[in-house]
């Protein structure tokens, strides 16, 4: 694999630069004849932005300028030699001599990362980096390169003292993350001690240590420049500190984290994705709220450019709200469309990544749109939003198994970008399509006809399942289930199906927008459901039921019965007042365009199915945090 990516032909023992554009121009124009990059440019802007994160050179006269960038070509390392060395802002003051420029794909595959692996083993070699500086020909250089030294028959007689845990990651992924981890490594054997080392690179985080491991280890090292999750180290002794002092010197770093002091989690900390009361929730929550807050600028941003181009441009029709044609409220329409389509994969993916990390991207994406398009396995309508739930915590778990089996190392670097992704898609492809997929259809067609016989009977009764199945899944199976009936009803000239819908449609969405106003004080929503509460409120208005769909995901248990208790008295007071809508929508919107029979009274209905599901969801989520500090306490 490293001849791939390293060969004579990229290496430069005498380079003539004498500052540290200078090398990166020389290291560049090697690769660009040997048709590595396609943009010598491009590819400088990026290495310069690299380096405005972190200085990349090292002690000992090493420097690795990396970056990835669309103007990598193929994955390649460029090696060049300064015989009387560049002033490059390393660490230790001294001059660079040796430089490795690390040229990768951006969004490409990730074979240099394990070249990177074998590099950072080298460098921190004994003697490696005098006798590379002394290499006469290329051939030498690579052949120091490519050379094999058994290390581990100088350790094996080390009596184990124990077992540390190590965590390194910069801001790039690329270099110092693995070049920290292989120091680890060294310095642990060294001291005696066994180690695992979590890396947070470029391709994921990799090699997590367990919770049983967490237990059993004697310290903690964080060497790392990226965020991670410090919540699981609490209570063990802990050293925190940059990606580079590992590399420096390892095993003093190990020295100190076990004589450090018991790590502590802060408040903040453990309550940042949760409101105070909220420290006993798990991880499935975690992965909720990731995909919820992927989700919700894609559901404000197609919510409000919907809301908008309708309530300007629409007018009423038989067949719905409808912009004239030629209105440039089409394109603005249009737009907001593309947002909706995308949140409902938006969540499924980003379930799926909080569960995974990156292998699991790519399917959980994949499986929320399957979920959410019903034609993939031969319903009228999609799973909305619990499809996409199902689909994400799906693939996040079976990706997870796949990339936790231990692999041969050739094949390792291809899990992450093609094993994981592949298997995964076809998984959940398979599942909704071959064994979900069916009693979708099935349940659909029988709601559809439970419907049909209940349409000359009790209309109280019509209206409770009506409205609770408007305000269930908020634009999923049930909901259209529902809409589509109630449409099927005006061509056969029974408009008041469609009344007690159009009542129960912006039920959802409003009523979450007064929670988070009247609830605003209680410490009851998290602050980005406030804020998402004023564009819910807004979307209800033109009866865009799925601007309550973050809050539903965040918290079904309290959200979901009260939007289907609101819904449900709207529609059963829209029934009783013999409210009829001859357009196919719904929401104040549509009464005040006059496509209502008794706009006020239909008004009414909405507002008070609206106080209902607002009032029963706060007084749910004061219950559901009451019981969360008891279990607390």
């Given amino acids: 694999m490293i001849t791939k990516l390293i060969n004579e032909k990229l290496i430069s023992l005498d380079l003539k630069a004498n500052s540290k554009e200078e090398v990166f121009k020389e290291l560049i124009d090697v690769l660009y004849s040997q048709k590595r990059i396609s943009d010598k440019e491009k590819f400088l802007e990026d290495i310069k932005a690299r380096e405005k994160l972190g200085n990349t050179g090292f002690e000992d006269g090493v420097a690795l300028p990396h970056a990835k960038s669309s103007a990598v070509l193929e994955p390649a390392v460029v090696i060049g030699v300064s015989r009387n060395g560049i002033e490059y802002g390393a660490e230790d003051g001294q001059p660079s001599k040796l430089f490795f420029m690390i040229a990768s794909p951006d969004g490409g595959d990730n074979h240099h990362i394990e070249v990177l692996a074998e590099l950072s083993s080298k460098l921190i070699e004994e003697g490696f980096i005098d006798s590379f500086l002394k290499a006469e020909t290329n051939d030498q250089a690579l052949a120091l390169l490519l050379e ?278 076809l998984f959940i492809a398979g599942l909704f399509i071959f064994v979900i997929g069916a009693p979708i259809a099935s349940l659909m067609d029988g709601l559809t006809a439970m419907l049909t016989s209940m349409s000359s009977g009790n209309v109280v009764l019509l209206g409770i399942v009506l409205g609770g199945m408007a305000g269930f899944d908020m634009g999923g199976p049930f909901n259209k289930v529902a809409f589509l009936f109630s449409v099927g009803m005006i061509a056969s000239g029974q408009t008041q199906f469609m009344g007690a819908m159009a009542c129960a449609i912006p039920v959802a969405p409003l009523g979450m927008g007064i929670a988070t106003f009247l609830g605003r004080k209680l410490d009851i929503f998290e602050k980005s459901e406030l804020e998402t509460g004023k564009a819910a409120g807004a979307m209800g208005l033109v009866g865009i039921s799925e601007g309550a769909i973050p809050f539903a995901a965040q918290d079904p248990v309290s959200v979901i019965p009260a939007n289907m208790l609101g819904s449900i008295v709207a529609a059963v007071m829209a029934f009783s007042f013999g409210i009829t809508d001859s357009v196919a929508h719904g929401g104040p919107v549509v009464a005040l365009l006059g496509a209502m029979n008794d706009p006020l009274l239909a008004l009414l209905c909405m507002i008070a199915g609206s106080f209902v599901t607002a009032l029963t969801c706060i007084t749910l989520k004061k219950i559901r945090k009451a019981r969360l500090m008891a279990a607390a306490a």
């Fill in 148 to 425: 094999k030294k058994d290390v581990l028959a100088t350790d094996s007689n080390i009596e184990t003292k124990g077992f540390v845990i190590g965590v390194t990651g910069c801001p790039a992924g690329v270099a110092h993350t693995y070049l920290a981890a292989e120091a680890l490594e060294k310095g642990a054997s060294a001291l005696g001690y066994q180690i695992k080392v979590e890396t947070n690179g470029s391709i994921g985080v990799k090699n997590s240590p367990t919770e049983d491991e967490i237990q059993c280890a004697d310290a903690i090292i964080v060497a790392c420049d990226k965020q991670v999750d410090m919540a699981r180290f609490a209570g063990k002794r802990l050293i925190k500190t940059n990606v580079k002092a590992p590399i420096k010197d390892a095993k003093g770093l190990i020295n100190q984290a076990l004589s450090s002091p018991v790590y502590e989690a802060e408040q903040g900390c453990a309550q940042s994705v949760s409101n105070k009361a909220s420290q006993a929730r798990s991880d499935m929550y975690r992965f909720l709220m990731n995909g919820v807050s992927h989700m919700i600028p894609f559901v404000v941003t197609g919510g409000l450019l919907i809301a908008l181009s309708l309530a300007i441009g629409g007018e009423p029709t038989e067949s719905g709200m409808a912009i004239p044609p030629g209105s440039m409220w089409n394109q603005i329409l249009d737009v907001g469309v593309v947002a909706f389509t995308l949140m409902i994969p938006i969540l499924a993916g980003y379930i799926a990544y909080a569960i995974a990390d990156r292998p699991a991207l790519a399917p959980g994406l994949i499986g929320g749109w399957i979920a959410n398009h019903g034609s993939f396995y031969g319903a009228e309508a999609g799973t909305g939003f619990i499809g996409a739930i199902i689909a994400g915590l799906l693939v996040g778990y079976f990706v997870k198994w796949i990339t936790s089996v231990n692999y041969h190392k050739f094949i390792q670097p291809l899990v992450p970008i093609m094993i994981a992704p592949i298997t995964g898609s």
